[in-house]
């Protein structure tokens, strides 16, 4: 421990060390005790307050926000002011509304590109909180605590806003890489959601009864949390990092990180001397080494999807090339997800289609991953899906215009234009893949990322055919035939014997979709609003004719009669402005 207690403080003992790290927990403890709903509620509500971001929930706003694409010059600047406030407040307000911007900066088919544009600009480099703290956590976390380490450097190697990053020595072991959670980070993080799922609940009632029906806020919140809760659990990170080593044993040129210890907090990972991939030199490989590793790095990601998971964020800034093995090392296993397997299989069909310039099978492919409401033109959407993907037909795959990744997003926003219900988890997805080709391109530009994959279709369709036509699926399958062959006759003559004996009946029930009910439930209160109107101005006159001289309820009956005027009037004028509302939000689609 001499090492630590040097490098943190040479004139203390180790038993005065913990003695401050005791009153440094107390400090820390009274931190996330201050952080309550009541109190989150009111900062959230003064910043977007102070950025004049209150008008967002008005329906005029809402409706630029999300679904409409086609914008003005004016519009377009209008919108990238609301952006840069978005922004400005989401960095004010800490690591909770940071993370979701970086989310929404994915759901490019919900937002309009000003929005987007200005939301990646949001900072997740912040400034360190106290070594003290990082200390506190660690003596808490490990079993020996500090003793675990001969030395930790107290400048960390990366800080961003759920964990930090530091370069330590264990004891008789190698140098490796430190990494801490933030320590009031998760309690801010279970805080601020209930906050943001009432906003997003908000939202989806000022939502159009198209987009209602397409569009699912709440899920896509929902969606956020898991994958945020993920990320703050180091053993979570861990488990991950173990589970994608078994794939260095395919990849020559691509490596993960070996992991040492795990705790809910502390990930002890090997440190990786080397550089990040848009800082190694140019002249450290050649040719050759460069396109091998670029084959490496995007046959890893696809198979990997393939076996349904997938990594949001592998971009240059978490991808380090190690100087001694010359491997690419993700070093980064915090934002990544699973996903369906046929979902993954759909998309490197589509793929396929591509390169064979069959368009209309991509959009049929495409078709699959989309459901449509009532409110879609199923024609209309195929057909703008096949325009699209003749776009993509025999393009360079190596630039931000075309990479597959885009497509996808671009796909997602003509389904959700269209009021399809689309998977939330396509976004992410779609941004991993535009992350792996933009390290493609810095690794190697001079070849297309479309040939890459194109390369790698055989494995692609093995993986396919291997899980549609294993053992567990032919069981399955040889399980349900054979119960429909044993139960047949049984259920034949079961059928002749209702017919015969005249006891055939039919039982319908018809339940309307939400988005149905919700229409018919406006067109009953406005007849009762109509109604109440009527009944106020018959009984307005049925008083007045029944006191020819008199007063009722000690009033006269030209009072009467303006009392009457005045409420059905109101009324009246109440009901045309929702009749007018409805038809002028149904022309913004």
């Known amino acids: ?300 990601y696809v198979q990997t999807m393939l076996d349904g998971h997938y990594h949001a964020d592998a971009h240059g800034s978490n991808i380090m090339i190690n100087k001694h093995t010359k491997k690419a090392v993700i070093i980064d296993w915090g934002m990544t997800g699973r996903m369906d397997s046929i979902m993954a299989q759909i998309l490197m069909r589509v793929i396929m289609h591509i390169q064979l310039n069959q368009a209309e099978d991509a959009a049929e492919v495409f078709m699959e991953l989309m459901t449509p409401t009532i409110y879609t033109d199923v024609v209309k959407v195929k057909d703008q899906l096949r325009t699209l993907v003749l776009n993509y037909v025999y393009s360079h795959q190596g630039n931000n215009r075309y990479n597959y990744g885009r497509l996808v997003l671009e796909a997602t926003a003509i389904g959700i234009k269209n009021y399809c219900k689309v998977p939330n988890g396509l976004a992410l997805w779609a941004k991993g893949f535009s992350a792996t080709e933009g390290a493609a391109r810095w690794i190697c530009p001079e070849i297309s990322y479309g040939h890459v994959v194109e390369a790698y279709e055989i494995p692609i369709l093995k993986s396919m055919l291997s899980k549609r036509f294993n053992f567990r699926s032919n069981a399955s399958l040889l399980a349900e035939s054979a119960e429909m062959v044993a139960t047949f006759p049984r259920r034949v003559n079961k059928i002749m014997e209702i017919l015969s004996d005249n006891r055939f009946r039919v039982n319908m029930q018809i339940q309307p979709d939400p988005v149905t009910r919700n229409t018919l439930n406006q067109i009953a209160n406005r007849l009762a609003l109509a109604l109440v109107t009527f009944a106020i101005i018959v009984a307005s006159g049925f008083i007045i004719a029944s006191i020819p001289d008199g007063t009722f309820l000690w009033m006269s009956k030209e009072t009467i009669a303006n009392i009457g005027l005045i409420v059905s009037s109101i009324l009246v004028i109440f009901l045309v402005w929702r009749l007018f509302r409805t038809r002028k939000h149904r022309s913004l689609f």
Do not use: C
Request: glycine share 4%; no cysteine; aromatic share 8%.
């Open 1 to 300: 421990m001499n090492a630590v207690k040097e490098k943190v403080s040479p004139e203390k003992t180790y038993t005065d060390l913990l003695s401050a790290l005791s009153a440094v927990g107390e400090i820390i403890e009274k931190e996330i005790a201050e952080i309550t709903i009541g109190k989150r509620r009111r900062k959230i509500i003064s910043v977007f307050a102070k950025n004049s971001l209150g008008m967002l929930m008005k329906d005029s706003i809402v409706r630029k926000l999300i679904g409409k694409r086609t914008l003005s010059q004016t519009e377009n600047e209008h919108l990238r002011k609301i952006g840069e406030r978005l922004r400005l407040a989401f960095e004010e307000l800490g690591p909770t509304f940071i993370k979701l911007g970086q989310v929404l900066v994915t759901r490019q088919d919900l937002l309009p590109e000003p929005i987007t544009l200005e939301l990646e600009k949001l900072l997740d480099k912040v400034p360190p909180v106290e070594f003290s703290k990082i200390q506190y956590i660690i003596e808490r976390e490990l079993p020996d605590g500090l003793n675990t380490f001969e030395w930790i450097d107290e400048e960390p190697l990366g800080s961003a806003s759920l964990a930090q990053v530091y370069k330590a020595k264990l004891k008789d072991g190698p140098i490796v890489a430190l990494k801490v959670v933030r320590p009031t980070v998760e309690k801010l993080f279970q805080t601020d959601i209930t906050v943001i799922k009432k906003m997003a609940a908000m939202l989806q009632k000022r939502l159009p009864s198209e987009l209602q029906a397409a569009v699912d806020l709440n899920g896509l919140i929902q969606d956020y949390y898991s994958s945020a809760m993920d990320e703050l659990d180091m053993m979570e990170e861990a488990r991950k990092m173990k589970e994608m080593k078994k794939y260095e044993k395919k990849s020559e040129y691509v490596a993960v990180p070996e992991v040492y210890d795990a705790t809910k907090n502390v990930l002890i990972m090997e440190y990786i001397d080397g550089w990040l991939i848009k800082d190694f030199p140019v002249d450290f490989f050649t040719f050759e080494e460069r396109v091998k590793i670029m084959i490496d790095l995007v046959h890893h």
